[in-house]
T-cell receptor, first 113, second 114 residues
Framework: QKEVEQNSGPLSVPEGAIASLNCTYSDRGSQSFFWYRQYSGKSPELIMFIYSNGDKEDGRFTAQLNKASQYVSLLIRDSQPSDSATYLCAVKGGNNAGNMLTFGGGTRLMVKP | DGGITQSPKYLFRKEGQNVTLSCEQNLNHDAMYWYRQDPGQGLRLIYYSQIVNDFQKGDIAEGYSVSREKKESFPLTVTSAQKNPTAFYLC?????????????FGPGTRLTVT
């Protein structure tokens, strides 16, 4: 059983729409949650992190965390073609492997002009 | 400029040869990590180090070795015992392993073994 699950996609949205990326995790003791963006052939780039239940907004990005449901999401408003990339969810803390970061497989997002 | 550097960007080797990937950081971070990424997949942890002269195996350490003689440097050796070495290798660092702080990644090394 995978510890961090993401739909591999591709998720296709038109330019200007809201893209919604979802991630579920199995370790109930997890404490911090990260979203990384990875362009093809490049290394992951941190775009958001969230520790507490609720929403956290940063520009066009909103991270949402629901620890009771073990669910974290990333919303991208006014999606642009430059947002086309793979988005990796990562979970840290809790009982898994001594507080290490565990990554999901990523969701590929395609924003069409 | 603070950051993490990895070299080389592309590396080609013949099967049976050991190869060492470089990772250097000037962020004054205590913790450093090595991950492997295969096409269309997430990152898997190979080794990590919390402090100089100490390192721990991650989920897929077999066929790899590391050293941490300096705080700034955490080289990874891919040995001939690694059965499927062709992959994208990513080095990362964080302030320390026990904090909840985020990890920052270097640009990666793409290794091809034929």
């Amino acid at each position: 059983q995978k510890e961090v699950e993401q739909n591999s996609g591709p998720l296709s949205v038109p330019e200007g729409a809201i893209a919604s990326l979802n991630c579920t995790y199995s370790d109930r003791g997890s404490q911090s949650f990260f979203w990384y963006r990875q362009y093809s052939g490049k290394s992951p780039e941190l775009i958001m992190f969230i520790y507490s239940n609720g929403d956290k907004e940063d520009g066009r990005f909103t991270a949402q965390l629901n620890k009771a449901s073990q669910y974290v999401s990333l919303l991208i408003r006014d999606s642009q073609p430059s947002d086309s990339a793979t988005y990796l969810c990562a979970v840290k803390g809790g009982n898994n492997a001594g507080n290490m970061l565990t990554f999901g497989g990523g969701t590929r997002l395609m924003v069409k002009p | 400029d603070g950051g993490i550097t990895q070299s080389p960007k592309y590396l080609f080797r013949k099967e049976g040869q050991n190869v060492t990937l470089s990772c250097e950081q000037n962020l004054n971070h205590d913790a450093m990590y090595w991950y492997r990424q295969d096409p269309g997949q997430g990152l898997r942890l190979i080794y990590y180090s919390q402090i100089v002269n100490d390192f721990q195996k991650g989920d897929i350490a077999e066929g790899y070795s590391v050293s941490r003689e300096k705080k700034e440097s955490f080289p990874l050796t891919v040995t001939s015992a690694q059965k499927n070495p062709t992959a994208f290798y990513l080095c990362a660092s964080s302030i320390d392993r026990t904090s909840l702080d985020e990890q920052y990644f270097g640009p990666g090394t793409r290794l091809t073994v034929t």
